[in-house]
């Protein structure tokens, strides 16, 4: 089992001194949220599930694959991912170059996590229509994936058009990966059919089966990561993994303080290996 830290759930003061110990741990990953903007009117911050607004205004937000990028500088090992980027609130040539720009000085360590969205808010500030989204962000993953992948580009589509254009450096990985967040139909649908896996909401052992199997329904074997912040003990990690679990997002501290020392302990008890210096 691969094990990341997410990172959005700390204090930003925190991200620094999480990621390096996270690095010289063994975890796997380290990801990051994002958000473009936040209204001051609250009347459409309905987080799903919740009764009360999912965002406070004032937090402050910042560019996920540009501070991943600062990241980069200070690790060695640990993968950098969006968990998850609102890729097609920007133009793809911007998403295409943010997380080119971020495997080349991490030298491959890219994690496209990707989402449609549920805040409102912020596609009516940036102008962009929010009943497309889905059907947008689509096409999206589309244009980065041929991007980063072909020596020219033109695309005409629904939502974006452009003559041939050339788009350079490549990432360093030949298939930077594409995870599909989200917990409904069309999200399942996009990870399972579009993308190289899927990334799911905080879950528990009961409460992520139903997804998982709906997942298989649309194809068998798509990799899973889950959000797994309730983790019990490290016998839970062999349910996980028969459940076809392949990462599982984990947040073994309860305040923030504590969190390099909590990390610490969870990787001793559950035997990560730490990467072994550079030769």
Partial sequence: ??????????????????????????????????????????????????????IKPGTPLFDAPAYLCWLAALTSHVKLGTAVQLLALRHPFVSA????????????RAVCGVGAGWYRGEWDAAGV????????????IEVVRRLWSEPVVAHSGRFYSFPEVAFEPKPVQPHLPVLAGGESDAALRRAALLCDGWISMPHTLASIRPRLAALARLRSGVPVTAHAYELGSPDEVAEWA?????????????????????????????GLTPPSPPA
């Fill in 97 to 108: 170059r943010a997380f080119a720009t971020l495997d080349v000085v991490s030298a491959g």
């Fill in 242 to 270: 028969a459940l076809g679990v392949e990462r599982l997002i984990v947040r073994p501290w309860t305040r923030g303080r504590d969190a390099v020392a909590h990390l610490t302990r969870f990787a001793t008890a559950y």
């Fill in 1 to 54: 089992m691969k094990f990341g830290v997410p990172l959005g759930l700390l204090h930003p003061a925190a991200w620094k001194d999480v990621a390096v110990a996270a690095d010289e741990l063994g975890f796997e990953s380290m990801w990051l949220p994002e958000h473009l903007v936040f209204t001051t009117d609250l009347s459409t911050a309905h987080y799903p599930g919740a009764t009360s607004p999912g």
């Fill in 129 to 140: 229509p929010f009943e497309s989204r889905g059907a947008r962000l689509d096409e999206a």
